[in-house]
């Protein structure tokens, strides 16, 4: 386990200290975000009427005095690199509600590969990938293709899933075949269902079924049990996750209204009032970033405010991105990286990116060729994404925050057909276990 205690790491400090900054005590903000000077204070003479004489109270400081300062450093944090080649990760980084085991050691995502020489078509599979090692495991389900994980048991040790079969006259009548499966992730094979057939209504669950019948691990049994989801009931939570989703989104934007990007104390613009034109112009090739050219000036400081003031925490910033839960993706000159957690006041360093990725920054940084080449991933992956399927309630990440900031999942693109994986250990401090998160 790493300390909690934030603490300075002898090894970083010249590296990452020299990107923060003193606190700005000189300048607060208005009510819509400008920022305006103070008024002097007193003078020595000038006498002092009972609202002006402050109360004093003996004690500890108050959280808004503690938070004046700047953020403290944390140790590096601890990440695994998993490389991903041929098309893994091509649209980001595939999340349903039930895609993490409940400890958080597994994720299992759904992935198109090619189809044999038959099908001509491809094959949607489950995939298993290990956070703790970051393996990976392919898991064919024996009929049909896989269409949906269904979750995993109360254990951690078994995922349902959920495959599509097209019928004999599919094409005439619109009809398929759905098959469930039980996968045992410690065994890597699947399990007999028939002790984990549940009973809803008086009916038993039926592990295969024409046209739309869905399952799902009951809560409420023990020891666990599959039970079906009639009509309407799948569309609902999938309706119900885009709800989160939209919840998070203001979330996002509040958080953005903490945090301003400018050359100077006077320049500050908050990022609540451009934060959606940030997450939509990604699409748009062959642009300059926004993040750090038109908007804000080269390599702007990041500042965030604190009980009224702003205080730099990093300079020479390339890219930002507001996460989910809480979070904010610093990358500054050379791709070294930071993760900022404002309600904790803290700064997480990552470990140097990996091996290539500097370069490619640097290389977009030569604005004497002008615009950027039109197949440049980069903004995408370094800003902020997240797209939603409500058909089949996928949600596509290009930088993950799991719900319980426990780990985070950062993408790094180098070219079409190889990409990295990053899953970054977050500090215990900044995990929430509470509210069923």
């Given amino acids: 386990m790493r300390p909690t205690t934030p603490v300075l790491v002898a090894a970083f400090a010249g590296a990452l200290l020299a990107g923060l900054a003193p606190s700005v005590r000189a300048q607060t903000t208005d009510e819509s975000g400008g920022i305006v000077d103070e008024p002097p204070p007193p003078a020595a003479d000038a006498p002092q009427t009972a609202a002006d004489t402050p109360e004093t109270v003996e004690g500890p400081p108050s959280p808004a005095d503690t938070m004046r300062v700047p953020p403290s450093v944390l140790p590096q944090a601890t990440v695994k690199d998993v490389e991903a080649e041929g098309r893994l990760f091509h649209h980001g980084i595939p999340v349903t509600a039930g895609s993490f085991s409940p400890e958080g050691f597994y994720f299992v995502y759904l992935f198109h590969v090619p189809g044999g020489f038959l099908s ?18 392919a898991i064919p389900t024996p009929k049909g293709r896989a269409a949906r994980i269904c979750g995993w048991d109360a254990t951690g040790r078994y995922v349902l899933l959920e495959s599509h079969r097209p019928d004999l006259l599919s094409s005439l009548t619109g009809s398929w075949t759905t098959y469930h499966y039980i996968y045992d992730v410690v065994t890597s094979e699947f399990v007999p269902r028939r002790p984990f057939t ?55 934007i509040a958080l953005a209204r903490e945090i301003a990007v400018g050359s100077g104390v006077r320049t500050l613009r908050p990022l609540g009032e451009v934060l959606p034109r940030l997450d939509d112009r990604w699409t748009q090739r062959g642009q300059r970033d926004p993040v750090v050219s038109e908007l804000f000036g080269e390599r702007p400081a990041v500042y965030a405010r604190s009980d009224g003031e702003w205080i730099e925490v990093a300079r020479e910033t390339e890219h930002l991105a507001i996460l989910d839960h809480g979070l904010v993706l610093i990358t500054r000159e050379g791709g070294d990286q930071i993760l900022f957690h404002r309600d904790q006041w803290e700064l997480l360093p990552l470990p140097p990116s990996p091996k290539g990725f500097g370069e490619l920054l640097d290389t977009r940084w030569d604005r004497g060729s002008g615009y ?66």
């Fill in 120 to 137: 001509r078509k491809p094959v949607r599979c489950a995939f298993l990938l290990d956070l703790e090692n970051g393996e990976t495991r």
């Fill in 372 to 437: 950027y080449d039109a197949s440049d991933p980069l903004p995408r992956d370094l800003q902020y994404r997240r797209g939603y399927e409500a058909s089949r309630g996928v949600a596509s990440y290009f930088n993950y925050v799991s719900p319980d900031v426990d780990r985070a999942l950062v993408l790094y693109w180098f070219r079409p057909d190889r990409r990295v994986l990053r899953i970054v250990d977050l500090p215990p401090s900044w995990r929430r276990r509470e509210e069923g998160l």
């Fill in 198 to 252: 549940g009973r809803r209504n008086g009916s038993p669950f039926r592990w295969k079924h024409r046209k739309t019948y869905h399952g799902f691990w009951s809560e409420e049994q023990d020891p666990a049990t599959v039970w079906p989801l009639y009509d309407g009931e799948l569309a609902d939570s999938y309706q119900l996750q885009g709800t989160h989703l939209e919840e998070e989104d203001d979330r996002r």
